[in-house]
């Protein structure tokens, strides 16, 4: 696949004239000519100019970025990270349809928790640090439908518990909670997943018309002890199953997950062991 110059412009956000001067000054991109004469650019060119934009949008020299993309050229890249790198140059450009086709390309080459561990969570987790809030909102959503896509497509039966999943009043960060859910459904849970800023009377409401046998929720925000014990009472006094409780939120507040007949559980296997531990409703 080739594409002009303009088409280029168009989805990388570097002007035409611009790219241009690059080829003049730097040999950078290396365009091959059709027979009208026109620059004709090839995929690699197109992710490598992507790159290029996206250092020089976080500080670096025009000089030193093009160095930078030639000496590791995305295609060189182990999986994982070029993958991210990709994502990372179409979003830096707004590209949206750029770093949606990334994702799903990745979601048809690389298993499911693999993606999700590799790439997806550690994306999230980059975004607030690399990202302004503009760009931060497009990669977030864009990450995280993919992230319910592959929930939403596990094939595997349902041979385990029913759990709900939800964040806290005030959470927005849902993420891990998805991540999560797509472990535990791939292991046979039945998932009924809320989402974000789920108020305590919505977590009851979900537990009792699923009949599910626990709950999870998901602290990524952080919170002050009183607010974060006021929560968790409020959820624990109207959830009636297990109540299991995670995300870098709750870490410093161990002692009052305890305190509230919660169970803390990190991960989908920190959260299957300690439920194979607990007592069992006849």
Known sequence: MTLRIRTISRITGVREATLRAWEKRY????????????????????????????????????????????????????????????????????DAEGAQAVLREAAQIIPAETLADGVLLPLLREMTHRLDIAREHLASALVRQTLRNLLHEVEVPVTGPCIVLACPPKDLHEGGLLAMGLKLRRRGWKVVMLGLDTPAEALASAVNGAQADAAALSFVRTRELAEFAAVLAEMREKVPVPLFVGGPGARPHLPAVNAAGAHFADSADELVSAWELLPKRA
């Open 27 to 94: 040999g950078f991109p290396r365009p091959s000519r059709g027979e009208n004469g026109y620059r004709m650019y090839s995929r690699d060119e197109v992710e490598a100019v992507r790159r290029v934009a996206r250092l020089v949008q976080e500080g670096m020299a025009i000089s030193e970025a093009i160095a930078e993309v030639r000496s590791h050229p995305t295609q060189e890249l182990p999986p994982l990270e070029r993958i991210s790198e990709r994502f990372w140059s179409a979003v830096m450009v707004l």
